[in-house]
């Protein structure tokens, strides 16, 4: 039973680039979150998806957006690189949209801003 | 805007010991969850604390929930070195699965 999948595992990008992040959710699960850890602190919420829609937002700037496909997996795009934008990116999936779901976590994509 | 802290940050602990990590969160939530993390590695469920004077345990970990004080604790019993991670709490205020983390808890358990 696959987890939670995320590509790449790694790269490397310039200030003022853009990025893509993909995201596979574990099976059966319908709802994809994503988070941002900067080294050393905990994950931040960034949008959640479900229904391919965006559900909730935290307290990111528009040059982070997302999408959602038919089949629940999720893209995670950054506009516009910072150095600030450097981390570790996370995928986390769980069932439904509502109540206390606990969340599945992938093993995250490494964002270097050069 | 909801806050979680936890402490203390860092803690080194003989195996064999005893202690306890605390989350502090500001705003009412009866949702809380522990996680663990290993280094390069993602984040791994350990607890889910969904009352007041909720209590979870397994193997040598022990959370607890206490909403009225806006506390969670996370006690290690007879520490062993595979015990050595990144804990975090996280908290949950949104009608689902927004989490709002801490700062995490860095345990090094030495031999």
């Known amino acids: 039973d696959a987890g939670v999948t995320q590509s790449p595992t790694h790269l490397i990008k310039t200030r003022g680039q853009q990025v893509t992040l993909r995201c596979s959710p574990k099976?059966?699960?319908?709802?994809v979150s994503w988070y941002q850890q900067a080294l050393g602190q905990g994950p931040q919420f960034i949008f959640q998806?479900?229904?391919?829609?965006?559900?909730q937002r935290g307290n990111f700037p528009d040059r982070f957006s997302g999408h959602q496909f038919p089949n629940y997996s999720s893209e995670l795009n950054v506009n516009a690189l910072l150095l600030g934008d450097s981390a570790l990116y996370l995928c986390?999936?769980?069932?439904?949209?509502?109540?206390?779901?606990?969340?599945?976590f992938g093993a995250g994509s490494r964002l270097t801003v050069l | 805007e909801l806050k979680v802290e936890q402490n203390p940050l860092f803690l080194s602990m003989q195996e064999g010991k005893n202690y306890t990590i605390y989350c502090n969160y500001s705003t009412t939530s009866d949702r809380l969850y522990w996680y663990r993390q290993d280094p390069g590695k993602s984040l791994e469920s350990l607890f889910v604390l969904l009352s007041n004077g909720a209590v979870k345990q397994e193997g040598r970990l022990m959370a607890s929930l206490d909403t009225k004080a806006r506390l969670s604790t996370l006690h290690i019993t007879a520490a062993v070195h595979d015990l050595s991670a990144t804990y975090f709490c996280?908290?949950?205020?949104?009608?689902?699965?927004?989490?709002?983390f801490g700062t995490g808890t860095r345990l090094q358990v030495t031999l």
């Open positions: 996280a908290v949950d205020m949104s009608t689902a699965s927004k989490l709002t």
């Open positions: 986390a999936s769980s069932f439904g949209f509502s109540g206390a779901n606990v969340l599945t």
């Open positions: 099976s059966g699960h319908d709802t």
């Open positions: 998806y479900y229904e391919e829609e965006e559900r």
